[in-house]
């Protein structure tokens, strides 16, 4: 069954912690995405990622951290760095299906401080 | 990288058709025009994508003028489920390949009975 998973599906952080986040698709996409949501806002873009071994900051990079040593793996690290990261984590990967080139999501990651 | 506008929130009620128009004014010429719907604590979901003149689906259709700085997603006959955000995105089409793509704030569309 293709798709992303993300996991956990909720996390908690203690003060000075860094947690990672997993995001794993098995659709062969090259391009893979990180967004943030704060309650009753939009999506904001963390990072990006348009090949293996190469990844960009988005517009919200600052206490965040991701690697793409694989294809179908893009973990994000929230470090203590961030200092507000209660939020709703969003995973994506970019690819082509029935003639349309779209973002597929996972079902998100809800991290919350202690 | 285009800018998209919506409106915060829109209303309806049940059977009607709902309209929801996205402002882009600076849409390059190779930008695609996307729209998603989200339900809380879900990832977005692809609805529709178009470039210009009207695409139809089984589930919306999305008109775009020909100076393209526009678009409007229509939902036919709305029921309580269609109760979401939706979101208007533009990109590059480029097959397989990604770049920075930037979501607007949504619109809040709520079907009430």
């Known amino acids: 069954d293709g798709g992303i998973t993300q996991s956990p599906k909720y996390l908690f952080r203690k003060e000075g912690q860094n947690v990672t986040l997993s995001c794993e698709q098995n659709?062969?996409?090259?391009?893979m995405y990180w967004y943030r949501q704060d309650p009753g806002q939009g999506l904001r873009l963390i990072y990006y990622s348009q090949i293996v071994n190469d990844f960009q900051k988005g517009d919200i990079a600052e206490g965040y951290s991701v690697s793409r040593e694989k294809k179908e793996s893009f973990p994000l690290t929230v470090t203590s760095a961030q200092k507000n990261p209660t939020a709703f984590y969003l995973c994506?990967?970019?690819?082509?299906?029935?003639?349309?080139?779209?973002?597929?999501f996972g079902s998100g990651t809800q991290l919350s401080v202690l | 990288l285009a800018k998209t506008t919506q409106p915060i929130s829109m209303d309806s009620y049940e059977g009607q058709e709902v309209n929801i128009t996205c402002s882009h004014n600076n849409i390059a010429t190779n930008d695609y025009i996307t729209w998603y719907q989200q339900f809380p604590s879900q990832g977005p979901r692809f609805i529709i994508q178009?470039?210009?003149t009207k695409v139809t689906n089984e589930v919306a259709s999305l008109f775009i003028p020909a100076d393209r700085k526009s678009s409007t997603l229509s939902l036919p006959r709305v029921s309580l489920s269609d109760t979401a955000v939706y979101y208007c995105l533009v990109g590059g089409q480029i097959y397989n390949q990604g770049g920075k793509l930037i979501f607007g704030q949504g619109t809040e569309l709520s079907v009430k009975p």
């Open positions: 659709l062969n996409h090259d391009a």
């Open positions: 178009g470039y210009k």
């Open positions: 994506a990967s970019k690819g082509h299906t029935q003639g349309v080139e779209k973002l597929f």
